[in-house]
């Protein structure tokens, strides 16, 4: 009971552990078609796997649904920077819905589709799974999820029926795709969710490809443009804030110019000459006139200004550590504050020596060494009722110089026509109309990669540089440059019209999902219909197998008979030829089957040695009731052969007539070599059998001398041993034959004592024949039968020595070739002509048909069957009256083996 209880824990685990992981892969890969900025998904596909998960472990894998769900959204909340106790109450609440929603799946399955779910065989089980698993449970779902989400107001009321909606139709298309192809993996031992590994999984796998690759380009194409519409939207802010920025250089300009022609205007000139450009550019904070006063000057200036300004003890001032206003400390060289407008809120301005403030200082550098207008570092204005951020705009002013000190290209610096702008609100006035709701954006002083100050927000978030939409330029405010960055809200990503990506997605997966439900119907219907096909085949099986058997075993005769087999159907057309027809008389399959008997007779006649004695094909059959008559073929091409064919009629509806052919053409050789063996052998004993008989019965039945007696006996003394040389040989060729071989003893031969005591025993007393040994100091190495080699060399230098009746040279030699040595034999003979060449070696043929050369014919013929037992040739060269060489070939080596 334990070990139940033990296989059972270890069962579940293995069910949870399954479904927490196949939950989390698909559901982050759903969220990865998510179109930005996260929160909308075409297809939920875990939703189709927790469904069929709870299907195939009987409801027990519902905690892992629960936790992977719950994992998956407390991770979205973090990548949404929102992971606190509220993202962890929403991420329990989606757990609960889908864990709810997949348990209602299986409810309403098992309730109103009942056995039919595991196999969705029939039309009726496919629609009604997919339809309550899908649209009616993922209601569920959706309700529970959106408005946790609008509970925690993560979405507006607003949009709810968007995210509803969108929820539902991700679910829904999740259930429809995945919940048949989870089931194909969970019941593959199953026949027909095997079978729907191929005609199901991958089918689908290349729609869900085509559908994510379109998916993927429309939301790409979707993301393009929006970006474009950002980017379209931050040149037009780069292009208003350039305007304005340009506009009030050229207002610091003019005034600029005025300061270099009139060095001594008055107070009231120059705030007449302002009046209009700050009524128009609320904007710029003031307008001053800044004199560069050395220290030398700095007591005339002061009483100067004093009368100018109408200002009492106007004097040179800066500010102490504590903030205050008093007299400057002497330096070489000051910029004050002459004239300044609007008066009124800057009158305490007046005098203030801006040369002592850093940020100003380093602009006032920066112009003096370019002699460029400048603008400074971000101030903060103090006179504003609250802190703003500001630049100082100089422009230097310039007239004839009389020395050559405090020059600028020939002339002296006179001072800076200078203007304190509002940074924020003269970007607000530049950007008002450009302005869209829910893209933002923010300007900073100083380029990328370097320390930057803050000029102006237009929200208080901060705009993301690192956001794929976020779009930043450059813009050139006198020597100075600010970075402008263009980033959307959220908000304006969540409002724009994101249909064409949605519709491509939900379209194409419901597209999808339909060629799913008609690759389920079809294999259910295609299942069903084998399963009756089967029972119907197994019937007529058992029927059929016995008939089965029976063709089969004719078909392999047909196919493995070596004689031929050629079948006409009751039109007398062929029907079907068997393999070895085609290998016997070299006709085609393809060029007789189909087609009539006369071109089967046309075939064979133009394949026969004698055309004109081939009766057709319908003689081979006689007539009907007739016994067997076989005919007799004799081809020459595609090689010679003896066929017997014989006809026999059939009774069969679809098979009229079957010839049937017998390759006879070693029966006939055999009879011919037999016949032909007999006629020489008859006729070389009949020769000698002739002298003895006629020279016996002269001496029995007549008196004849002394000198007679001896020549007629000296006759039959020849003849005898003429006859005993026939038979003997006859008897050698006869065992060489019959044993092949089995009676070879193989064994080192030594080349020069073969050769010598071989020319020894066959050397002739007459001194015409001169025998000529030419061998190597050291012969190579020979493995053979010693005795059958001695026979076949002896029988070979015995030919030369006999066909060469007027003597002459007979020369013996050792040749060698690759992998073979040869005994080569050359006599001075009559030699041989190239017709005879082709019939040497044959049994009873010899060269001198004049019978003034003894032998039997059969010598060389021995020496052919001994070479051939010991794995080598015999090569004739010979030309007539010229003489012979015959080169007895054996395989090299010591070591070389007999064939």
């Known amino acids: 009971m334990a070990g139940t209880e033990d296989s059972s824990r270890d069962s579940l685990a293995s069910i949870l552990t399954l479904a927490l992981t196949g939950y989390l892969l698909l559901g982050a890969l759903g969220l990865s078609f998510t179109i930005a900025p996260g929160y909308v998904s075409p297809i939920f596909p875990a939703a189709g796997f927790a469904v069929a998960v709870l299907l195939w472990s009987q409801g027990r894998a519902w905690p892992a649904i629960w936790l992977g769900s719950f994992i998956l959204n407390l991770g979205l909340g973090a990548l949404h920077d929102d992971l606190g106790l509220r993202s962890t109450l929403v991420a329990a609440a989606t757990g609960a819905g889908a864990t709810l929603q997949a348990l209602a799946a299986r409810w309403l399955l098992l309730r109103h589709v009942g056995p039919g779910w595991q196999a969705m065989e029939t039309e009726r089980d496919i629609v009604r799974s997919l339809m309550l698993a899908g649209p009616v449970a993922a209601v569920i779902s959706a309700t529970i999820g959106v408005s946790a989400l609008h509970a925690a107001q993560i979405i507006q009321t607003t949009d709810y029926l968007y995210s509803w909606w969108s929820w539902w139709s991700g679910d829904t298309l999740g259930v429809l795709v995945m919940l048949p192809l989870t089931l194909t993996f969970l019941y593959r031992s199953q026949p027909l969710w095997h079978d729907r590994r191929t005609t199901l999984v991958l ?17 790409r194409w979707d993301h393009s443009e929006q970006k474009a519409a950002i980017q379209d939207h931050g040149e037009m802010l780069a292009q208003r804030l350039e305007q304005r920025v340009v506009a009030h250089q050229e207002a610091l300009s003019a005034l600029r110019r005025l300061i270099e022609v009139t060095p001594d205007m008055s107070y009231r000139q120059f705030e007449y000459f302002t009046r209009i450009t700050l009524k128009d550019n609320p904007d710029i904070f003031a307008l001053a006139s800044t004199p560069f006063v050395v220290h030398a000057e700095r007591p005339a200036f002061e009483r100067r200004m004093a009368q100018r300004s109408g200002i009492a003890g106007f004097e040179i001032k800066e500010r102490n550590d504590r903030r205050q206003l008093v007299r400057a400390a002497a330096r070489p060289e000051y910029v004050p504050v002459g004239f300044i407008s609007p008066l009124e809120r800057n009158r305490r301005a007046t005098g203030f020596d801006i040369n002592s403030e850093p940020v100003r200082h380093d602009a006032i550098q920066r112009a003096k060494r370019w002699g460029l207008p400048v603008v400074t570092a971000p101030i903060q204005l103090v006179q504003e009722e609250r802190p703003r951020v500001g630049v100082l705009l100089l422009h230097p002013a310039h007239v004839a110089a009389a020395t050559a000190d405090r020059t600028a290209g020939g002339r002296r610096l006179a001072g800076f026509a200078a203007g304190v702008i509002k940074v924020d609100e003269m970007i607000e006035i ?7 709701p829910g893209i933002v954006f923010e300007v900073e002083d100083g380029l990328p990669h370097t320390e930057r100050s803050l000029l102006y927000r237009s929200s208080t978030a901060k705009v993301s540089g690192d956001s794929d939409y976020a779009w930043e330029r450059q813009i050139a405010v006198a020597d ?3 970075t402008l960055r263009v980033a959307p809200t959220g908000e304006y990503l969540r409002q724009q019209d994101h249909w064409l990506t949605l519709i491509v997605g939900a379209g194409g997966l419901a597209l999808a999902s339909l060629l799913q439900m008609l690759l389920l119907v079809t294999t259910g219907t295609t299942a069903a219909v084998q399963r009756k096909v089967r029972e119907q085949t197994a019937e007529l099986q058992t029927k059929s197998d016995a008939l089965e058997d029976r063709n089969a075993q004719l078909d392999a005769l047909f196919s493995l008979s070596p004689d031929g087999f050629v079948a006409f159907a009751p039109d007398g057309r062929v029907r079907f030829v068997n393999p070895a027809f085609d290998t016997m008389t070299g006709i085609r399959y393809e060029d007789i089957v189909g087609k009539g008997e006369e071109v089967l007779d046309a075939e ?95 001496l029995l039945k007549m008196e004849v001398d002394e000198a007679t007696r001896k020549d007629l006996l000296g006759t039959i003394h020849r003849q005898t041993l003429w006859l ?31 050769v010598h005591t071989t020319v020894a025993g066959v050397t002739p007393g007459d001194a015409r024949w ?44 050792i040749v060698e070739a690759p992998g073979k040595v040869g005994i080569s034999v050359s006599d001075q003979g009559i030699g041989m002509t190239a017709e005879q060449l082709a019939h040497l070696g044959e049994r009873f043929w010899r060269a001198d048909t004049s019978g003034k050369t003894p032998g039997t014919g059969l010598g060389l013929a021995i020496v052919k069957e001994i070479l051939k037992m010991l794995g080598g040739s015999m090569d004739v060269r010979s030309q007539p009256k010229a003489g012979t060489t015959v080169v007895l070939w054996l395989p090299a080596g010591a070591g070389g083996e007999p064939a």
């Open 203 to 219: 089918p689908m796998i290349i729609a869900l490809e085509l559908v994510a690759v379109t998916f993927v380009a429309a939301s």
């Open 430 to 436: 530049a950007t008002r109309e450009a302005a869209v």
């Open 480 to 482: 100075r440059t600010w």
């Open 604 to 698: 064979l006649r133009s394949r026969c040695d004698a055309p004109d004695s081939f009766a057709g094909v319908a003689a081979c059959f006689g007539p009907p009731g007739a016994p067997l008559a076989p005919r007799t073929l004799t081809l020459k091409s595609p090689r010679f052969a003896v066929i017997s064919a014989v006809g026999i009629r059939s009774e069969s509806a679809s098979l009229a007539r079957i010839l049937y052919l017998h390759e006879v053409t070693l029966q006939a050789e055999v009879d011919r070599m037999k016949n032909e063996f007999l006629s020489h052998a008859a006729h070389e004993l009949r020769t000698p059998m002739t002298s003895i008989l006629g020279f016996s019965e002269v």
């Open 724 to 754: 005993v040389d026939i038979i003997n040989e006859l008897l050698d060729l006869s065992r060489i034959e019959a044993r092949r071989g089995r009676d070879l003893t193989i064994e080192r031969v030594d080349l020069a004592e073969l």
């Open 770 to 813: 001169h025998v000529v040994v030419d061998l190597p100091p050291q012969p190579p190495g020979l493995m053979a039968d010693l005795p059958k080699l001695r026979q076949a060399l002896t029988n070979v230098i015995g030919n030369a020595i006999k066909y060469s009746p007027d003597g002459g040279e007979v020369r013996i030699a």
